[in-house]
């Protein structure tokens, strides 16, 4: 197809704000579907994970295409969430616009000014896009006027400055060029659709000249197994051609030279001047099965594909996003993509547990050192490390990693965690620390117990606002250690109404720790299975994780004390039996409600002395030194 004909844009906006409720609409009424399809009648298509269903939010980028009017449009749909925000930046280099979508009633949020930024860094048109116009606390006045002080602070240069509106309700798959009088008369994507064509420019590629392509991301199939995914940025490429990988020289390709690499020396001209500079390449030839396009959530075989174009070439086994897929005659490499740095890092190494090897089907160092090294080739804002028998996983924040663990424990994982850690950096002798901004939303009964946390927590009030709802919005600044734990701390404390989001906001020097902010833990002293009579008298001594009839070994954490110290107590002692009755200790055992934490909250739990057991059956708190008296000498060192 001639580039001219093709339009590539991403949908780009803060979490829940309708990017996916958007592209939904937008494959539905292109016809990419038939009416009677089981697709026609779904919602959030493009979200197709379990954790993405089961969690309402998208992870991983998605790649689609729509045919209007003559046009192919290639979408890319992105997440809104800011750990995950790795995803935007290496799949915006594939898109020519972006279709900015903003909540009608919350306006721009801590992503929108993110995920904004990176466009207009790359250069792309932007197109906005007001969602849920049909909301009772819509104010689309001060919305606007909020958006065009986001692009006066993010323009690059004045023409991005210019940019179209547009008016939705995505959920219904209406659109409007102008703010309707009445949202529920008939209305469609038309305007959207339009706005696409004349708005966006189309593929600024060179359509003559040797293939070249930017591996921007990746995908399986048990079928046809690795595809490498980009947009062609020169020339074309047919069934048949002789390609190779290639990849600016780093130590990583150091190592790669003396598996049948080859090292190409080009010489090039900065901006005409007379100074050369030499630029040192790895190339390794590659073969490659098919060429496939997409149309709809399907690809489609072609013999040929042409510059502007975002393809799926499958068999290139050893494809990596950021090299460059390119003509064996002619192997230049084009820039790669540059991710931010990981702010948090884990432990996550094999079990070690007395109950080690039960409940999983992966359990050795090997085994989860080959499944990191396997999401390390798509998970491009993640790092993996040794780390003694374990590794040093480091990424975006407590989700992106949550997610990860998960993810593996689905797979049959059985491995341990530790305490999240600050990821900090050097720079001229000075050690730094990641800091955000973080603003919080509630109702002003709660301000107090806000404004208490994130005292205790040194974080810097910044502003702090009355919206038009009757809500405070409050922006603080805050070490990013001093985070981990808040939110869900806070969601307790506001029952739930917390509006809470972040964004990394740079670094600062390396303050000192705060001390530890919970109380003691309840552990268990002995192994065996919990009893109700034991679990009854252990509930007085503070909230329990676990319940009647559970497995428990000595130094599994089966509760939070009262007190600030560390409590030993037996929950396997059952009661002794007697020829003695007596009305009072002979009824049934009434024992509270034991509470059930999930991953997040596990993590956010532990202390630098404590792990996480994680299994594909159970989580399972734990101190690190299960002893009681090596752990107590090890306290008073």
């Known amino acids: 197809m001639n580039k001219d004909q093709i339009r590539n844009i991403a949908i780009i906006a803060h979490v829940d704000h309708g990017k996916t409720t958007l592209v939904d609409a937008l494959l539905k009424q292109s016809n990419t579907f038939r009416e009677n399809s089981a697709e026609f009648a779904q919602t959030l298509i493009m979200d197709s994970g379990d954790q993405e269903r089961e969690r309402g939010i998208t992870i991983t980028a998605k790649t689609t295409a729509v045919e209007y009017n003559g046009y192919k449009i290639n979408i890319v749909d992105t997440p809104g969430h800011a750990d995950f925000s790795g995803e935007v930046e290496r799949t915006l280099n594939m898109a020519d616009g972006v279709l900015l979508v903003v909540d009608a009633a919350e306006g721009p949020m801590p992503q929108t000014k993110f995920v904004l930024s990176k466009a207009l860094e790359l250069g792309l048109k932007p197109i906005v896009v007001i969602n849920k116009i049909d909301k009772p606390a819509r104010r689309i006045d001060e919305v606007e006027n909020e958006i065009a002080d986001l692009f006066l602070e993010l323009a690059v240069d004045d023409d991005q400055l210019l940019y179209p509106i547009y008016y939705a309700t995505a959920r219904d798959g209406k659109s409007w060029s102008e703010m309707p009088d009445n949202v529920d008369r008939h209305a469609d994507l038309t305007p959207i659709f339009d706005a696409i064509i004349s708005e966006i420019p189309a593929p600024n590629v060179t359509t003559d000249g040797d293939f070249q392509m930017l591996i921007s991301a990746l995908a399986y199939d048990s079928f046809m197994g690795k595809y490498a995914i980009g947009k062609i940025a020169r020339g074309k490429v047919k069934s048949g051609d002789a390609l190779v990988l290639v990849k600016t020289e780093s130590e990583l390709d150091a190592a790669r030279l003396s598996k049948g690499g080859e090292r190409v020396s080009e010489e090039t001209r900065d901006d005409g001047r007379e100074e050369r500079r030499s630029i040192n390449?790895?190339?390794?030839?590659?073969?490659?099965?098919?060429?496939?396009?997409?149309?709809?959530?399907?690809?489609?075989?072609?013999?040929?594909?042409?510059a502007g174009d975002i393809v799926a070439i499958s068999g290139v086994s050893g494809a990596k996003i950021g090299e460059t897929l390119a003509s064996a005659s002619n192997p230049e490499p084009l820039p790669t993509i540059q991710i931010e740095n990981p702010t948090l890092s884990i432990y996550l190494g094999p079990n070690t547990s007395p109950f080690k090897g039960?409940?999983?089907e992966f359990t050795t160092s090997r085994q989860i050192g080959?499944?990191?090294?396997?999401e390390l080739e798509t998970n491009v804002a993640l790092k993996v490390e040794p780390e003694g028998i374990g590794f040093k996983v480091s990424g975006r924040g407590e989700l992106h990693l949550s997610v990860l663990i998960e993810q593996m424990r689905r797979e049959g994982y059985e491995f341990e965690v530790g305490r999240p850690q600050v990821v900090t950096i050097e720079k001229n002798g000075e050690t730094l620390e990641p800091v955000e901004e973080v603003f919080v939303e509630v109702s002003p009964e709660f301000v107090g117990v806000i404004s208490q946390e994130f005292g205790t927590r040194r974080a810097e009030l910044l502003n702090q606002e009355t919206t038009s709802q009757g809500t405070i919005r409050t922006d603080y600044r805050i070490a990013t250690r001093n985070l981990i734990g808040l939110r869900n701390l806070l969601l307790t404390a506001t029952k739930g109404t917390l509006i809470m989001n972040s964004l990394p906001a740079g670094y600062q020097a390396l303050a000192p720790s705060l001390q530890q902010l919970r109380n003691g833990a309840l552990i268990s002293f002995e192994t065996g299975v919990s009893t109700p009579y034991s679990l009854q008298n252990a509930e007085a001594r503070g909230e329990l994780f676990i319940g009647p009839a559970v497995e428990v070994y000595a130094g599994q954490i089966i509760g939070l004390n009262n007190r600030r110290e560390d409590l030993e107590v037996n929950v396997c002692r059952a009661k002794n039996l007697t020829n003695m009755r007596s009305k009072s200790s002979d009824g049934v055992v009434q024992l509270t409600p034991y509470t059930d934490l999930s991953l997040e909250q596990c993590l956010d739990f532990i202390e630098n002395d404590e792990l996480l057991e994680v299994?594909?059956?159970?989580?399972?708190?734990?101190?690190?030194?299960?002893d009681p008296i090596k752990r107590k000498r090890a306290a008073r060192q």
């Not at 790895?282 to 072609?302: A, M, N, R």
């Not at 080959?370 to 396997?374: E, G, H, V």
């Not at 594909?616 to 708190?621: G, V």
């Open 281 to 306: 390449v790895l190339t390794t030839p590659t073969k490659f099965d098919k060429i496939f396009t997409y149309q709809g959530l399907s690809k489609t075989e072609v013999k040929e594909a042409s």
């Open 370 to 374: 080959d499944r990191l090294m396997r």
């Open 615 to 626: 299994t594909p059956q159970n989580l399972r708190l734990r101190k690190t030194e299960l």
């Open 358 to 360: 039960r409940e999983g």
